[in-house]
Structures are given as C-alpha cells and as structure tokens.
C-alpha cells in the first residue's frame, strides 16, 4: 500500500489543520488507519486510529482527545485528521500508517503494530 499524506503547515496556537492521507494503489476499506507524529528528538507517537470500513469506531491519544477527529471517506480512499486548537505541543511530523487487514482489528496504538507508512508531512504549531 502506497500512502501520501499533506495538509502539514505552519499555524499560530489556536488554529486549525486538516492532514489527509490517501492511498494511490489499493482501497483502504479494509484496513485499519491511524496517524502517528514524531517530534524531533522523540520517538513516534499513537494519535488516533479509525476501524475498517465505515470508519464508525475511533480512539484517541490523550493528548488529543477532544481537538482531533479522524475519519474515512471511501469514496475519496482518504483519511482525514482534523486538528483543532492546535498547541505548540503538537508540532511534530505526522505519519499516517495502515494496519493489515490479515491482521486482527484491535486497537493497536504501537508502531510495529502498522504496516504500512506514509512518508510524513510537517505540522508546526507557534506560540
């Protein structure tokens, strides 16, 4: 699975973003999506994660939880981080990654439980 994400910027404290990550290979129906960041010097990080197909079931980091909303339109093969009152704490580069549909459906919030990564995009929140 080939994964593209955008939508990263440059924002004061406050604001909004929405990050998208679309798959140019395969549909994403079946598998389970998520977003992860990594803050430079830090390790990568759990955001939020969307199930399968209708996408009705999400769960979030902490952090996160009430300013961020994942979701999925299979129409678009798209999925989608909105990102509200964005603080200096979220800066960091954000990964969309996918979880094989071979695999169990659980919430599974560790790096290693993806397979596959898109390349990135660069959220930077000032104060």
């Known amino acids: 699975v080939q994964l593209q994400a955008y939508g990263g910027g440059l924002v004061q404290a406050g604001a909004s973003l929405r990050l998208s990550c679309v798959a140019v290979?395969?549909?994403?129906?079946?598998?389970?999506m998520s977003w992860f960041r990594q803050a430079p010097g830090k390790e990568r990080d759990f955001v939020a994660t969307?199930?399968?197909?209708?996408?009705?079931?999400?769960y979030y980091a902490e952090s996160v939880k009430g300013r961020f909303t994942i979701s999925r339109d299979s129409a678009k093969n798209t999925v989608y981080l909105q990102m509200n009152s964005l603080k200096p704490e979220d800066t960091a580069v954000y990964y969309c990654?996918?979880?094989?549909?071979?695999?169990?459906?659980?919430?599974?919030?560790?790096?290693?439980?993806?397979?596959?990564w898109g390349q990135g995009t660069l959220v930077t929140v000032s104060s």
């Open positions: 990654a996918a979880r094989s549909p071979y695999k169990t459906s659980i919430i599974a919030t560790d790096p290693g439980d993806y397979d596959y």
């Open positions: 290979d395969r549909a994403l129906s079946s598998y389970t």
């Open positions: 969307v199930g399968r197909w209708s996408g009705s079931s999400a």
